[in-house]
C-alpha cells in the first residue's frame, strides 16, 4: 500500500509530501515515509504505532480485576476464512460494539455514520478483504526490523493509544514530538476533531 501511494505521488509530479494516517493507515505512512525517505517531508502517526515484536506481547486475555480493553479482534481477524463466514450481513454488531468500547464521546459518531460502516463491511469479500490488514502484521514485524530510525520530523498524536505511541516511536524516529490528547478514546479525528487539526497543523508549520 505504501508503494502504491509512492506511485501516486511520482504520477503527481510531487517531490516531497506530508503523509500522515490513523490505525493502520498509520502503519502505512510510516512505511512510506521508511521506504522512500526521499519522498517523505514530514510524517503524523495518528493513536496506533506500526506493528513491531511488541504486538506479541500484547494480552490476549482480560487481567482479573483490570481496568483493560484486551484486543481480542487482532487474534479473531488473524483466521482464515472463518470471521467471513461468521460475520457476513452481522458486522453491525462489530462496528456497534467497537465504537461503544473505543470511544470516550458516543455522540462522536452517529448511527447514519455507523451504518455506513457496517454497509461497506457486511460483505464476506469485504470483511476478507479489511482481515487480510490484519494477516500482514507479522509480515510486517518482520519489516520493521530491517528499518532505520528516520531522521524527517515525526509526531505522534494519541488519545487511548498514546501509552503505545509513547513506548514504540523513540525507537523509530530521532526528530520526534510526541502530544497526548486528553479524555479522548481511539477515534481521535472524530471525537476531537479541532484538537486534533490544531496539533497536525502545528506540527506542519514548525
Same mark, same amino acid.
Given at each position: 500500500m505504501a508503494k502504491d501511494i509512492f506511485e501516486l505521488v511520482k504520477k503527481l509530479g510531487f517531490e516531497k509530501v506530508y503523509i500522515g494516517g490513523h490505525d493502520i493507515g498509520a502503519h502505512v505512512a510510516l512505511s512510506f515515509a521508511v521506504n522512500h525517505p526521499e519522498t517523505a517531508a514530514k510524517l503524523i502517526m495518528l493513536d496506533t504505532p506500526h506493528p513491531d515484536t511488541g504486538m506479541y506481547h500484547l494480552p490476549m486475555l482480560p487481567v482479573f480485576g483490570a481496568n483493560y480493553l484486551y484486543p481480542w479482534w487482532l487474534a479473531f481477524n488473524q483466521v482464515k476464512e472463518l470471521p467471513e463466514q461468521l460475520l457476513e450481513g452481522r458486522m453491525d454488531i462489530v462496528i456497534e460494539w467497537l465504537f461503544k468500547n473505543l470511544l470516550k464521546?458516543?455522540?462522536?459518531?452517529?448511527?447514519?455514520?455507523?451504518?455506513?460502516?457496517?454497509?461497506?463491511?457486511?460483505?464476506?469479500?469485504?470483511?476478507?478483504?479489511?482481515?487480510?490488514?490484519?494477516?500482514?502484521?507479522?509480515?510486517?514485524?518482520?519489516?520493521?526490523?530491517?528499518?532505520? %530510525?528516520?531522521?524527517?520530523?515525526?509526531?505522534?498524536?494519541?488519545?487511548?493509544?498514546?501509552?503505545?505511541?509513547?513506548?514504540?516511536?523513540?525507537?523509530?524516529?530521532?526528530?520526534?514530538?510526541? %502530544? %497526548?490528547?486528553?479524555?479522548?478514546?481511539?477515534?481521535?479525528?472524530?471525537?476531537?476533531?479541532?484538537?486534533?487539526?490544531?496539533?497536525m497543523i502545528n506540527f506542519l508549520m514548525q
Open positions: 464521546d458516543q455522540e462522536s459518531i452517529s448511527d447514519f455514520d455507523k451504518a455506513v460502516y457496517s454497509s461497506a463491511y457486511n460483505d464476506k469479500n469485504a470483511i476478507r478483504a479489511s482481515n487480510a490488514w490484519y494477516q500482514a502484521f507479522p509480515k510486517d514485524i518482520e519489516d520493521s526490523k530491517t528499518y532505520d %530510525k528516520l531522521k524527517i520530523p515525526v509526531i505522534g498524536i494519541g488519545g487511548s493509544g498514546y501509552d503505545l505511541l509513547q513506548m514504540s516511536l523513540p525507537n523509530t524516529a530521532t526528530n520526534l514530538q510526541l %502530544k %497526548k490528547i486528553e479524555d479522548c478514546g481511539h477515534f481521535i479525528l472524530s471525537e476531537k476533531p479541532n484538537e486534533t487539526a490544531e496539533l
